[in-house]
């Protein structure tokens, strides 16, 4: 499996995000080898999203010339889209939750209809009508892929994690890891409060006062933690040294751990934690929208297409039946209970620079002190 790194929330948003780039010349559209008897489909996406076998079947059973152009930003996408206007070179293009409302306000999306999606059923539960998927009472694309955060454990030390609170045991004093700015969102859901900040639009006040009193917590445990740190590579090899036995984690460098053959374990524990989604999504206008259409339906009409995309990315799949397509130590490092998988608050785009502010300078405060 890929080791997809999500260092910490500003640079994992910035890799999502982008939007203060300058306009960016669109890659080359690379056709793939196939014929057009049926149409062409144009799709941006990630590196690695679409299989190649995927996408060669499709064309084969279809008829349509699927023709990718690579992105590696959000803001890139949007850029493209904004200048395009209401001729868009590209059909589908590949969104993340927390962007929906910039490209939804800025009319390049259009809704997604679910009864052009005979598979939709395939999605999991989970996925199929969150609150973050949901805009202006609209669902506007299809989730594909799915990272979050984690509490990682040696499973050789720490047998069991139900709680969040296990990093704060005093038997781990000194054993413990974490990014501190992703953590203390996690910490104001432990202590009760929106982590996420949606609830706190025009309640400046409160919100600042449930990320004072998890600076405030953070501040008083700070002799559980042997180090703060910032990118994933670096809370992979205190756990290969065993330096320490706990560690908030994104899902990639865990998976890349247990993939690896290392005892480490991710789990969700019952407070919960964030996360975010790719989505895929028909452009406005889309001159092939109804081939867009069915490729998003093919694209659920097998758990084998999504365990292809998991093995790829590195990713989570959104698609029913994935787990049992992988072996053991693949669903440990890619799978969760549907239990846990609930307990994911996926990052909205609602109220974030009042969240980015307020956390940004606790985080430092929390470091300073």
């Known amino acids: 499996m890929n080791n997809i790194l999500v260092p910490n929330r500003r640079t994992a948003l910035k ?31 990630y590196d690695k999203f679409l299989p190649q076998e995927f996408l060669d079947k499709f064309q084969k059973d279809t008829g349509i ?7 590696d930003d959000q803001g890139k996408q949007y850029n493209l889209l904004t200048a395009e206007g209401a001729n868009p070179s590209t059909d589908i293009v590949t969104v993340a939750g927390h962007r929906y409302t910039q490209f939804i306000a800025s009319k390049l999306l259009q809704p997604l209809d679910t009864g052009k999606i005979s598979n939709w059923k395939n999605l999991n539960t989970a996925y199929q009508d969150a609150p973050w998927a949901r805009v202006d009472n609209n669902l506007w694309g299809l989730p594909i892929l799915a990272g979050y955060e984690g509490l990682a ?11 969040w609170e296990i990093m704060f045991d005093p038997q781990y004093k000194g054993q413990t890891s974490y990014i501190v700015s992703d953590f203390m969102t996690i910490v104001m859901q432990y202590l009760g409060h929106d982590g996420d900040f949606v609830s706190y639009v025009d309640k400046a006040d409160v919100a600042q006062k449930a990320t004072n009193e998890a600076r405030d917590f953070l501040i008083k445990h700070k002799d559980m933690v042997r180090k703060y740190y910032d990118a994933g ?55 092939n929208a109804e081939n867009a259409y069915k490729l998003l339906d093919a694209v ?53 620079d009042m969240k980015n502010e307020m956390i940004d300078r606790a985080t430092a405060e929390v470091k300073a002190a």
Request: glycine share 8%; net charge negative.
């Open 65 to 71: 010339q699927v023709n990718i152009r690579l992105t």
């Open 153 to 163: 454990r040696n499973v050789d030390y720490v047998k069991d994690a139900p709680s």
């Open 15 to 45: 890799m999502l995000g982008g939007g203060a780039a300058a306009l960016a010349m669109p890659a080359v559209i690379r056709p793939t080898p196939g014929w057009a008897a049926n149409g062409v489909l144009n799709i941006t996406t």
């Open 233 to 287: 590579s670096e809370v992979q090899q205190m756990f290969i040294n065993e330096d320490i036995y706990l560690g908030h984690s994104w899902s990639g460098p865990a998976a890349k751990l247990i993939m690896d053959g290392h005892p480490i374990q991710l789990s969700v524990p019952k407070e919960g934690t964030f996360g975010f989604c790719y989505t895929l999504n028909v452009v406005n206008n889309a001159p």
């Open 300 to 352: 659920l009409a097998s758990p084998e297409v999504g365990a292809a995309m998991t093995r790829q990315s590195g990713y989570s799949s959104t698609i029913n039946g994935v787990a049992d397509l992988l072996n053991d130590r693949e669903k440990l490092a890619s799978t969760l209970p549907q239990e846990e998988l609930e307990r994911i608050v996926f990052f909205s785009s609602v109220n974030r």
